[in-house]
């Protein structure tokens, strides 16, 4: 499994791992989709998110948030993710899903910073991300 709930108070934490940095990211948004119940089996419409930052951990909490974005104000539930640019400054991700649908199991206010490292271990990509709910 990609990714494990971890007990954190009053808050979300999910460790995450990835075989490379792309995967990690994409796993994590998985995480944050499938976590909330935010993710549908349509495929309607493609939101395009970038985003630039000063290193990869800025870039996932800045990915992560505008997810988060999409989700929560604009009413998007999500069947897919491509990321069609990823760099240690800017990530491009084409996210599938569609408008409206089901309620949401966890409402989150944002991706943090707190302890927020990602680590290259010899075969995985592993980080842990708290949310803000």
Not at 4 to 28: Q, R, Y
Not at 57 to 71: K, Q, R, S, Y
Not at 109 to 118: D, E, F, G, P, S
């Amino acid at each position: 499994m990609p990714y494990s709930v971890i007990d954190h108070t009053a808050d979300i934490g999910l460790k995450i791992t990835g075989t490379n940095m792309p995967d990690l990211f994409l796993e994590a948004a998985r995480a944050l989709v499938i976590e909330i119940g935010a993710d549908t089996a349509l495929s309607e419409k493609t939101v395009r998110i970038n985003v630039d930052g000063y290193d990869y951990e800025d870039l996932l909490v800045l990915f992560l948030n505008a997810l988060i974005f999409e989700i929560q104000t604009r009413d998007f539930r999500v069947s897919g993710f491509e990321i069609t640019s990823l760099s240690k400054t800017g990530i491009r991700v084409s996210v599938r899903g569609a408008h409206g649908g089901k309620p949401l199991k966890e409402n989150i206010k944002a991706a943090t910073y707190h302890n927020l490292n990602i680590i290259k271990n010899p075969d995985v990509y592993e980080t842990t991300i708290i949310f803000d709910v």
